[in-house]
């Protein structure tokens, strides 16, 4: 006994001490490596799906909302409800600009492009239309347009004092890269001289590919002294015309500033009731300057000359044509008008 005593006390004096401790520090130590592993791979894989799917989670989150919202609600809304009930939310400055901005289209610029537009603003938001395609056409680096100050208006306004324009530049990142200003080295310091030129007319994209794209090659920057109608509104691809559209319904945004009153505009109108707005047309310069006679008798324009305009050619302060509209087009009497021209009545009786 005393023996084998002697024999296993050898035997456990043998075996090293910190065996059992050792192998519980590399478990652990295997444990913590595959943890941080494990959440360095979920960190990668959620970035990844938010580059490729950056809309996944906020779709998701949204159809939520609205399934919460229509299980909330107990009656759907009639459809036949007067539209002077239905209250519009106030805009707000962050809804200006998207959360999630399009990712930017990488591409080799082939110079710069301003744009000087004309005539009034209408014509100046449709110009814009056709030089934002212009530039995404030929692969240009687009400056934020300049607005006519000289035209029969003299409207002093700015591109910013009317529309967003970081909205401006941001929404349309993925198709045209838009600056606010023209680089040092291209300004009117600098050594370059722009190329200040009109396009032709209702051009076509082979016009803008074979005449305007070889005069980069020249000039580092080229300056449309006139927008009016210079892209043809047929025969233009489909992309170019979606573009078109985008940059009229989704880039042009007015400033939170003039949203807001608006906002307060058609909540006014939409508390006394049902309202239209109507563009006349019929403005100082439309007859005087645009010779707009179409569909009109030889007797015709020259009897409106001499009951709407004076001898200067100035539309005068009468509201007869408006009544004459209102009447054709059936409004009650005692119906609300509100002009952007002066009239001789603010209220037209029938």
Known sequence: MEVRSEALHLRCDKLPAPVIPKTCLQVWFIRICSSILLWTCIVQLVAVGKLW?????????????????????????????????????PPSESAALS????????????????????????????????????????????VVPELDKTSFWADPSNFSDIFNVNHFINSLRDEVKIMKRLPKRLGRNGAFKPLVMPPV?????????????PLFSKYSVIDFDKTDTRLANN?????????????????????????????????????????????????MDMLAFSGCTQGCAEEEPEGASSK???????????????????????????????????????????
């Open 308 to 350: 709407f305009f004076s001898s200067s050619k100035i539309l005068s302060p009468v509201g007869r044509y408006i009544h004459f509209l209102h009447h054709c087009l059936g409004f009650y009497s005692q119906i609300h008008v509100l002009s952007s021209i002066q009239v001789c009545n603010l209220i037209i009786y029938f």
């Open 235 to 283: 025969g233009i691809s489909t992309n170019l015309q979606k573009l078109r559209c985008r940059v009229n319904f989704q880039a042009l945004k007015f400033t939170p500033q003039i949203e807001a009153l608006g906002h307060k505009l058609i909540q006014f109108l939409l508390e006394r009731g049902t309202f239209v707005a109507l563009h006349l047309r019929y403005e």
């Open 201 to 213: 007319s209702w051009s076509s994209e082979k016009y803008y590919w074979e005449q305007i794209l």
């Open 53 to 89: 799917h950056p809309q996944l989670l906020i779709d998701l989150f949204s159809q939520l909302s609205v399934f919460n919202y229509s299980h909330r609600k107990k009656e759907p809304p009639s459809i036949s409800d007067p539209i002077m009930h239905r209250q519009l939310p």
């Open 99 to 142: 959360p999630h901005l399009p990712p930017p289209r990488i591409y080799r610029s082939n110079g710069y492009l301003t744009v000087s537009c004309n005539e009034g603003l209408n014509q100046m938001r449709a110009a814009i239309c056709d030089m934002v395609t212009v530039a995404r056409l030929l692969n240009l680096t687009m």
